[in-house]
């Protein structure tokens, strides 16, 4: 990630979202910390050039923390594309305690407090999510 901080400041006209992926609420697979991650990009990108910061691929049920963590730090939009719950297992390749998100319309009920939480934020889906996750968070997120 300091790479692309470094990179994008040779590019003035350019911008950039990043986003990370958490083995927990509060750490990036890697283990470094999902606050550190938010305050370099805040310390390194004055410009503004990084137009949003979040997380993919993690368990929604840690989302909400984790926009917390973000919006605390930054006032830039958040990223959240949850996968549909659960933990990957890379010795067995297969996922692993799915988790209480799975069916669309808690998914999507999920993401309705995750757009009071992090506004303006952008809601997505990863791995396992489904074309009905995606048309649920449709129709809940245009509800108000």
């Not at 283990?31 to 410009?47: M, R």
């Not at 990084?50 to 049920?61: D, F, L, Q, R, T």
């Not at 939009?77 to 890379?90: K, M, S």
Request: charge should be positive; glycine fraction near 8%.
């Amino acid at each position: 990630m300091k790479a692309i901080l470094k990179v994008i400041k040779t590019h003035p006209g350019a911008k950039a979202w990043i986003v990370v992926s958490c083995k927990n609420k509060d750490q990036l697979r890697n283990g470094e910390s999902l606050e550190e991650f938010v305050k370099l990009v805040e310390k390194h990108d004055k410009n503004g050039q990084v137009e949003a910061v979040g997380v993919n691929c993690s368990n929604p049920e840690d989302t909400t923390a984790q926009i917390k963590t973000i919006r605390a730090i930054t006032d830039r939009a958040i990223i959240v594309y949850p996968n549909y719950g659960g933990q990957f297992d890379p010795v067995a390749m297969k996922w692993i305690n799915d988790g209480g998100l799975n069916t669309p319309e808690l998914f999507a009920k999920e993401a309705n407090k995750w757009k009071e939480l992090g506004s303006p934020i952008i809601v997505g889906g990863c791995c396992r999510t489904q074309f009905t996750h995606v048309k649920a968070l449709d129709k809940c997120l245009r509800c108000k």
